[in-house]
Nanobody, 124 residues
Framework: QVQLVESGGGLVQAGGSLRLSCAAS????????MGWFRQAPGKERKFVAS????????IYADSVKGRFTISRDNVKNTVDLQMNSLKPEDTAVYYC?????????????????WGQGTQVTVSS
C-alpha cells in the first residue's frame, strides 16, 4: 500500500520561508517522478513543482519559479519543497504526489498516488 505523508506546513508571515517534506512508502520510490500541488479554498488543485526519478530534472509553475525548490532523497524516500519569499497568495493546502512515470510531469492525471495534504498559511 502506497503512503505519502506530508509535514512542515504552518503559519508564516509574508516574506518568510517554510520547508515541506513528504515521506513515501509502499513503492519503489526512486523509480518515479514526484510532484507538489496546491489547492486554495474554492479553487482547483494546481501544479507547483515536479522532479524526475533521479532528481536531475525539475520543473516549476511560473508563479513559484525562483522562490520554491523541489528536491528528493532516494535513500530516505523523501521529497521536499523549500519555499522562500512566501506571499499571501501561496496560502493553500499543499499535496505531495507520486507519478505514474519516472519523468517530471505537470498534469494531475499523471500522478497515481496522493498524500493527505498540509496547510500553508501566509499572513500579510
Amino acid at each position: 500500500q502506497v503512503q505519502l505523508v506530508e509535514s512542515g506546513g504552518g503559519l508564516v508571515q509574508a516574506g518568510g520561508s517554510l520547508r515541506l517534506s513528504c515521506a513515501a512508502s509502499g513503492r519503489t520510490f526512486r523509480s518515479y517522478g514526484m510532484g507538489w500541488f496546491r489547492q486554495a479554498p474554492g479553487k482547483e488543485r494546481k501544479f507547483v513543482a515536479s522532479i524526475n526519478w533521479s532528481g536531475g530534472s525539475t520543473i516549476y509553475a511560473d508563479s513559484v519559479k525562483g522562490r520554491f525548490t523541489i528536491s528528493r532523497d532516494n535513500v530516505k524516500n523523501t521529497v521536499d519543497l523549500q519555499m522562500n519569499s512566501l506571499k499571501p497568495e501561496d496560502t493553500a493546502v499543499y499535496y505531495c504526489a507520486s507519478g505514474r512515470w519516472s519523468t517530471v510531469d505537470t498534469g494531475r492525471d499523471l500522478y497515481a498516488y496522493w498524500g493527505q495534504g498540509t496547510q500553508v498559511t501566509v499572513s500579510s
